[in-house]
């Protein structure tokens, strides 16, 4: 349902914000008028895909659909639907699973494409001719956008009203749903945070952990010591044994990463982004970013925050997707 629901609202609230309809949503699907989800919710509304129309929509969103070889009966008429109207439609995006729709259509076919990640070899073994990649939670290639699975499909559809609209309107979307992060499309599935604490040991993911929680507080090395049932020096040993840092050391790191994503993510000043990332004032945060990055932290933002690119589109959902009507509306639709 989220795949449904999350780039839904995006685009709802993005209409609210800019005071007219410049999204049409509507959706469709093989098993109207009504879809149930994986886990038992039914999602209503739902029309019979349409067999011809005079307008094609701007976009479609595939939004989730069995992984399974074959396509299971339900969501097979999906595919032909795509082949025989996908050349038509301006942007085809796939929500988690539904890549395996978009590959199955041909669709895929010489682009770059992802996935969830417990899908990426499977996807990338059932269609060759596909460029399977990793390296994002969404990416996009000549029209067709594909994302990783669940709240990766706010972020992908946060992108496209980033495009259609510019990055001020992505940006009050974002705020509106109260999203502690909004995600550019080379994050990582998993954060390096989420790395390390899954592969590496439990001394380093409690160090971590508590690190981040408290990322805005002063962080002895004191304190982190007492925190995970270590002297300080036990703890400043153990830094040096395996993180080839200092306790400071590796605080700094975490504190720069952070700072690094607020500036890449968000609006905040600079004054609020030294706060929010721990490190003192705006002296120190310059001083930080000079160091390790040759960049002064406005040199950082305007290089690395997205672009706007003010535009509109119509936009269209199959299967458990978001999709727009038939009937023309210049204004940009969705389905």
């Known amino acids: 349902m989220m795949n449904v629901a999350g780039p839904w609202e995006v685009l709802g609230h993005a209409n609210d914000l800019l005071g007219h309809e410049a999204y049409r949503l509507?959706?469709?699907?093989?098993?109207?008028?009504a879809i149930q989800t994986r886990f038992g919710l039914c999602l209503g509304g739902v029309q019979p895909l349409p067999s011809r129309f005079g307008h094609?929509?701007?976009v479609v969103v595939v939004a989730g659909?069995?992984?399974a070889d074959p396509i299971p009966a339900d969501h097979a008429p999906l595919v032909p639907w795509l082949r025989r109207h996908g050349p038509r439609i301006e942007t085809v995006v796939s929500i988690c699973t539904g890549a395996f729709v978009l590959g199955a259509a041909g669709i895929l076919d010489g682009r770059r494409a992802t996935t969830h990640w417990m899908f990426l070899d499977a996807l990338r073994a059932r269609f060759p001719k596909a460029r399977v990649v990793d390296e994002g939670i969404y990416v996009e290639d000549s029209g067709v956008w594909t994302s990783a699975g669940l709240t990766a499909g706010v972020d992908l559809t946060l992108a496209l009203v980033e495009e259609h609209h510019g990055h001020a309107l992505a940006m009050r979307v974002a705020k509106r749903m109260v999203l502690f992060l909004r995600r550019s499309g080379y994050q990582a599935q998993f954060s390096s945070t989420q790395r390390h604490q899954e592969q590496e040991s439990p001394p380093l993911r409690s160090i971590s952990a508590f690190v981040i929680e408290h990322i805005t507080e002063p962080l002895p090395v004191e304190r982190i010591a007492s925190q995970v049932g270590m002297s300080p020096r036990s703890l400043s040993r153990w830094c040096r044994r395996h993180l080839d840092e200092s306790p400071a050391g590796f605080v700094r790191r975490l504190r720069l990463a952070e700072a690094r994503r607020l500036l890449e993510e968000t609006n905040l000043p600079l004054k609020d982004v030294t706060e929010r990332a721990g490190l003192g004032d705006q002296t120190t945060l310059w001083r930080v970013f000079m160091h390790d990055l040759g960049l002064s932290?406005?040199?950082y933002r305007q290089r690395f925050?997205?672009?706007?690119?003010?535009?509109?589109r119509d936009v269209w959902t199959a299967n458990d997707l978001l999709k727009k009507p038939p009937a023309p509306s210049r204004e940009g639709e969705v389905g």
């Open 26 to 33: 509507q959706a469709f699907g093989p098993s109207a008028p």
């Open 56 to 58: 094609a929509p701007d």
């Open 65 to 67: 659909a069995s992984p």
């Open 297 to 299: 932290p406005a040199e």
């Open 305 to 312: 925050s997205p672009r706007a690119d003010p535009r509109c």
